[in-house]
């Protein structure tokens, strides 16, 4: 195979058994792919215009060997998929978690996770204000974790559960495109930490964008319920 597709591989693998087993008798995920859409648009364009100003501060940038060479402001295709099947792939983890267990097992549990996000993102912010992917990243989720608390979100413990069983493919996913690889960072914009060949900042990075899509579903599925 050509090198030049694999980040499109990736991408077409992220989303294959989503969208299969989507017809699952009981998660009947097809049937909800109407509340996820508006939710992957916003938090789409708005990590999107991020990802567009870190290619511009040099935080990461891409390996053109392995892209098709479609580039939108220095973003190539492949990227902008990443936005749409990962998200997508993680919501329908959430709702198979829904579905197959019924119990919400970190509910008591919920605020001291979001307590503890807050801090750590605080104390981050503190040491590495000066890093833009740190900065971004935990600024972000900052201000989520203060969402979740003042709302009272009562499905944040379903909502960590799914992101918790989530960093299985993330690991397979961002360590391929970490390793092979794909995108390159800058750690000088970074705290130049790393699990094995992904940056620390990855792991909220896509926390944070996972309870964005997430929070968006539950809005969109419940606005849908009340004008029905």
Known sequence: MDKHYTYLLINFLTIFFPLILSFDKKVRFYTKWKHIFPGLFISGIVFLIWD????????????????????????????????????????????????????????????????????????????????????????????????????????????????????????????????IPVVLYNNAENMGVRVGTIPFEDHFYSLAMLLMNMLFFEYFRDKKSRNE
């Not at 220095?74 to 998200?87: A, G, Q, R, Y």
């Not at 198979?96 to 503890?116: M, P």
Request: contains cysteine.
């Open 52 to 179: 567009y100003i870190f290619t511009l501060y040099d935080v990461w940038s891409f390996n053109g060997d392995y892209v098709i060479g479609v580039w939108f402001l220095n973003l190539p295709l492949e990227e902008i998929l990443f936005f749409i099947t990962v998200p997508f792939a993680c919501l329908f983890i959430y709702e198979c978690l829904n579905a197959y267990i019924k119990k919400d097992i970190l509910a008591r549990y919920a605020r001291a996770i979001t307590v503890g996000f807050l801090a750590l993102s605080l104390v981050f912010l503190v040491f590495f204000f000066d890093r833009v992917y740190t900065l971004i990243t935990f600024g972000l989720l900052a201000l989520m974790s203060v969402y979740i608390i003042v709302k009272g979100e009562k499905k944040a413990g379903r909502f960590y559960l799914a992101y918790f069983i989530s960093l299985i493919p993330f690991y397979v996913v961002n360590g391929l495109l970490t390793s």
